[in-house]
């Protein structure tokens, strides 16, 4: 069964970075476009970044440009989210996702906490 299970959240201070991976199995990883979403309470879940199947297009949220980076590594069919300069508005629980077949896949997801 498709399973992704994110890592790497934690509490850090404004201006830090994070890096979050999603591990990824069940499904053939380097076929499909992989996705990075947050939701911050009371807020909806909104998409941050997104990969082409291959890593040759990457497209973000316009609050995140120029601060994310998203990547993969097929051979370890993992994604990352490279986040830098973090703002407390970057505070959210962040969400790995694979639209498969038309059916959309989460992980559990994991807390990012932006706080001095």
């Known amino acids: 069964q498709v399973q992704l299970v994110e890592s790497g959240g934690g509490l850090v201070q404004p201006g830090g970075s994070l890096r979050l991976s999603c591990a990824a199995s069940g499904f053939t990883f380097s076929s499909k476009a992989m996705n990075w979403y947050r939701q911050a309470p009371g807020k909806e879940r909104e998409l941050v970044a997104v990969?082409?199947?291959?890593?040759?297009?990457?497209n973000y949220a316009d609050s995140v440009k120029g601060r994310f980076t998203i990547s993969r590594d097929n051979a370890k069919k993992t994604v990352y989210l490279q986040m830098n300069s973090l703002k407390p508005e970057d505070t959210a629980v962040y969400y790995c996702n694979a639209r498969i077949v038309f059916t959309d896949y989460w992980g559990r997801g994991t807390q990012v906490t932006v706080s001095s």
């Open positions: 990969i082409s199947s291959g890593g040759g297009s990457r």
